[in-house]
Each structure stands twice: as C-alpha cells, then as structure tokens.
C-alpha cells in the first residue's frame, strides 16, 4: 500500500522559493497519480497540482500557474513541488495524495485520511 511522506515547508519572504517533497513507501510511486493539496483554516482542501501516471501530464491550480513546477523522480521514489515567487496567499499546509485508479485532476473527497503535510508560511 502507497505510503506518502510531505517535507520541504518553512517560513520564507513573500518572492522566494521553496521545494517540497512527497516521499514514497511500500508501493512504486510512479504508477500512481500524485497531487498536492493545500489546506487553509477556513477553507476547503485544494488541489494546487497534480502530475498523471498516464502521460506525465500536469496540472496546476490557476493561482499557481507559471509560478509552481510538479516533477517526478522515479529512482527516488519522490515527487517534488517547486513553488517559486511566493506569495502569502499561497500559505498552508501542503499535502500530497496519490491515485492508482484515477488520474489528474485529484479530489480531496476521494481520500478518507491524511497525513500531517507540511506547513508553508509566507511573510509579506
């Protein structure tokens, strides 16, 4: 079963950048859909992007087009978020979630447990 860990968060400047990491165990990642979720207090779970495990399409939320860059790593098992020229708005808790069955876009909905995800602060 597909074990996924998120790292990689921090307080950053509004402008920097920031790398995350979902790191999996007990299954091979690259034959799952991943996405990366962001949490807000207040707010709904939401995909912020998601890489297919059909064609390696991806995907991004519109707030974070041109701005966030999904890649995976097959030999290290990993799927990264490069998140470049923060802003506070993109603050939260990150996690990332995979599909074997469905591919991009992800639903929160569709997962009935999550893991403690990372936390990204942004300053202005």
């Known amino acids: 079963q597909l074990q996924l860990v998120e790292s990689g968060g921090g307080l950053v400047q509004s402008g920097e950048s920031l790398r995350l990491s979902c790191a999996a165990s007990?299954?091979?990642?690259?034959?799952?859909?991943i996405a990366w979720f962001r949490q807000v207090p207040g707010k709904e779970r939401e995909e912020v992007s998601c890489?297919?495990?059909?064609?390696?399409?991806?995907h991004y939320a519109d707030s974070v087009k041109g701005r966030f860059t999904i890649s995976r790593d097959n030999a290290k098992n990993t799927v990264y978020l490069q998140m470049d020229s923060l802003k506070p708005e993109d603050a939260g808790v990150y996690y990332c979630?995979?599909?074997?069955?469905?591919?991009?876009?992800?639903?929160?909905?569709?997962?009935?447990?999550w893991g403690q995800g990372t936390q990204v602060t942004v300053s202005s």
């Open positions: 979630k995979g599909d074997h069955y469905y591919t991009c876009p992800l639903y929160s909905s569709n997962f009935a447990s």
């Open positions: 890489i297919s495990n059909r064609d390696e399409s991806t």
């Open positions: 007990g299954s091979t990642l690259e034959y799952y859909a």
